[in-house]
Nanobody
Framework: QVHIVESGGDLVQPGGSLRLSCAVS????????ADWYRQAPGGQRELVAA???????VYGHSVKGRATISRDNAKNTVYLQIDNLKVDDTAVYYC???????????????WGQGTQVTVSS
């Protein structure tokens, strides 16, 4: 069984920075590709950033130039750094390990429980 725990969400002022973590555990489970999504109140879940097994990265237009996704294979952890945070970045951020049905490398689609990011003055 795969277990995902996101952390790092907080209340920050506009212009601030946060680094979110997605720690993955499971018997003989090693992460490769991973995505970060977010969902604002009343909104749809949207892709924020993705990293492939080879390390290629993709970013959503709303965070492009402000976000960095990275992976530490030794810690089985994926990170999302967002700088110059804006009020519109307020959302619950979810870590996703994409399953085969989405073209991902995993047998199943795995989601964490989310971590709340609130940007407000």
């Amino acid at each position: 069984q795969v277990h995902i725990v996101e952390s790092g969400g907080d209340l920050v002022q506009p212009g601030g920075s946060l680094r979110l973590s997605c720690a993955v555990s499971g018997n003989n489970f090693s992460i490769s590709a991973a995505d970060w999504y977010r969902q604002a109140p009343g909104g749809q879940r949207e892709l924020v950033a993705a990293i492939s097994g080879g390390g290629a990265t993709v970013y959503g237009h709303s965070v492009k130039g402000r976000a960095t996704i990275s992976r530490d294979n030794a810690k089985n952890t994926v990170y999302l750094q967002i700088d110059n945070l804006k009020v519109d970045d307020t959302a619950v951020y979810y870590c996703n390990l994409p399953g085969a049905s989405k073209g991902g490398p995993y047998e199943h689609d795995y989601w964490g429980q989310g971590t709340q990011v609130t940007v407000s003055s």
